[in-house]
Nanobody, 123 residues
């Protein structure tokens, strides 16, 4: 049974930082492209960042480029998202996801999802 469990969310002031983690189990983590998405109630799920199986390449949504950094530790089966210089518009529930193929920015391409962790940025 595949499980993706996010943690690290919380309330932070604008300009602050948070580090999200996603602990994976029940799958061979190193075979999956991993990604972070976020969602605000009433809106579609939005791509944030993705990272290749080895961690050697990554790509980002324009809205977070230069502020967020995705990384992974295949020995620990864990995905991370370092978020710096947070803005109120970053407020959302953040989800980690896994794709056995090459990943993309489309939620439908991902096979597994966590339950999410809430990030709230106050102005």
């Amino acid at each position: 049974q595949v499980q993706l469990v996010e943690s690290g969310g919380g309330l932070v002031q604008a300009g602050g930082s948070l580090r999200l983690s996603c602990a994976a189990s029940g799958l061979t983590f190193s075979l999956y492209t991993m990604a972070w998405f976020r969602q605000v109630p009433g809106k579609e799920r939005e791509f944030v960042a993705a990272i290749s199986r080895s961690g050697g390449s990554s790509y980002y949504a324009d809205s977070v480029k230069g502020r967020f950094a995705i990384s992974r530790d295949n020995a620990k089966n864990t995905l991370y998202l370092q978020m710096n210089n947070l803005k109120p518009e970053d407020t959302a529930r953040y989800y980690c996801s896994a794709d056995l193929n090459y990943g993309s920015s489309r939620p439908d391409d991902y096979d597994y999802w966590g339950q999410g962790t809430q990030v709230t940025v106050s102005s």
